[in-house]
Structures are given as structure tokens and as C-alpha cells.
């Protein structure tokens, strides 16, 4: 049974990022594919080597610095969770989160809101999406997504970071729910898993 991590949904839970989750055991159902959701709360002690897929989503600013500081004792845990290739998703503002595990830079800036179009090599099509942050990747390297419209990594028309399958955004909208092709390159990876 694949296990599904939601970390901190009560806290951070902006602009229906749940639907992420919700889109991603819609197809996992679709599929009779057996799953369990694990929603880690701010008391829970989360155990990176028991779960298939991480999942975190956007949040309000002062929630974001909370959850840093309890996740930053995980910093061992995590690093060799995404070493393993297990898959991670982090959307939205939370990126901003993980800049401790030092994969990437974040900048803060003025709030960036717009749509966004974009096309990614992890899936066929255009990906469509939103963003409203004021945090944005700073990295050039390990890029996730290619934009049309929308704003990039420093200044670029390139947005996002992937290492092994560790994936981090600032796109929402929930992006998975929103783009079907997207999420299921991730059911595919999750089936992988499975074997």
C-alpha cells in the first residue's frame, strides 16, 4: 500500500492546495491502486522512510516560518528521503520552506500574481497554472518548467527545481488538479514504486 504524507494541511492550506491531493487518489482510485493519506499535524512526528509521496502546499507567512523550524530538524531525514528518489512535491510559498536543505536559494520580492502557461519535460502538453507568491527560486540549475507567461528563477523565463524527485514550485491552482497529464507522470512514478 503506497503511503501518502500531507505535511501540516491545517496550517498550510491557501488557495485549495489540498486539491493537489484529492486530484492525485482520484487516479491512484481510478487505477485500484491501494493508498493510505498520512496527514501530519504540528504534534505528529513525521517518519520520511514510511512514506511514497510528500506533499506540501502554501501557506500564510508566519505558518511558513513555524513549520521551517520543525522540519529543519528533519533536515537529515528529508535529504536522504530525496537521495532514495522517493517523490516530494512542494507548491507554492512553501518553497520557501525547504531553503535549509540547501538544494536552492529563495529570494523574496513583491507579490508575483498571474497565470502562468508552461510546458515541462516531466509530460506532454501545456501546463497551466497560477502563481501569487513573493518568494521565487533563485537557482538556474535543475529547472522544473519552461514559461510562456508567468514569472521564473531570477529573472528567467524558467521556473521551478527538481533533484531525483524531489519537486519544487511556486505554481498552484492546485497545478495537479488543473493538469492531468502532470499528475499522472506522478501516479506513474508512484506505480514504480509499487514494483
Same mark, same amino acid.
Request: proline letters at 2%.
Given at each position: 500500500m503506497l503511503k501518502i504524507a500531507h505535511l501540516f494541511p491545517e496550517e498550510l492550506?491557501? /488557495?485549495?492546495?489540498?486539491?493537489?491531493?484529492?486530484? +492525485? !487518489?482520484?487516479? +491512484?482510485?481510478?487505477?485500484? @491502486?491501494? /493508498?493510505?493519506?498520512?496527514?501530519i499535524? +504540528?504534534?505528529? #512526528?513525521?517518519? =520520511?522512510?514510511?512514506?511514497?509521496f510528500v506533499y506540501l502546499g502554501s501557506?500564510?507567512?508566519?505558518? *511558513? #516560518?513555524?513549520?521551517?523550524n520543525i522540519l529543519k530538524e528533519y533536515k *537529515?531525514?528529508? $535529504?536522504?528521503y530525496i537521495t532514495k528518489n522517493k517523490i516530494f512535491?512542494?507548491?507554492?510559498?512553501? @518553497?520557501?520552506?525547504f531553503d535549509f536543505l540547501d538544494l536552492y536559494e529563495i529570494e523574496e520580492t513583491t507579490f508575483k500574481v498571474g497565470n502562468v502557461t508552461a510546458t515541462t519535460s516531466l509530460c506532454n502538453g501545456?501546463?497551466?497554472a =497560477? #502563481?501569487?507568491?513573493? /518568494? $521565487?527560486?533563485?537557482? !538556474?540549475?535543475?529547472? *522544473? =518548467?519552461? $514559461?510562456? #507567461?508567468? =514569472?521564473?528563477?531570477?529573472? !528567467?523565463?524558467?521556473e521551478g527545481y527538481q533533484k531525483n524527485n524531489f519537486y519544487a514550485t511556486t505554481l498552484i491552482g492546485p497545478i495537479l488538479a488543473r493538469n492531468k497529464e502532470l499528475t499522472k507522470y506522478f501516479i506513474n512514478l508512484l506505480k514504480e514504486n509499487l514494483n
Open positions: 492550506d491557501l /488557495y485549495g492546495e489540498n486539491g493537489n491531493i484529492k486530484a +492525485l !487518489t482520484y487516479y +491512484l482510485k481510478k487505477e485500484n @491502486i491501494p /493508498y493510505e493519506i498520512i496527514n499535524e +504540528l504534534n505528529s #512526528q513525521p517518519n =520520511f522512510k514510511e512514506y511514497d501557506g500564510r507567512k508566519k505558518n *511558513l #516560518q513555524i513549520i521551517k *537529515l531525514e528529508i $535529504l536522504d512535491l512542494v507548491t507554492g510559498n512553501a @518553497i520557501s520552506i501545456k501546463i497551466k =497560477f #502563481q501569487n507568491t513573493e /518568494y $521565487l527560486i533563485k537557482s !538556474t540549475n535543475n529547472l *522544473l =518548467f519552461t $514559461l510562456e #507567461q508567468g =514569472f521564473g528563477n531570477n529573472n !528567467t523565463m524558467l
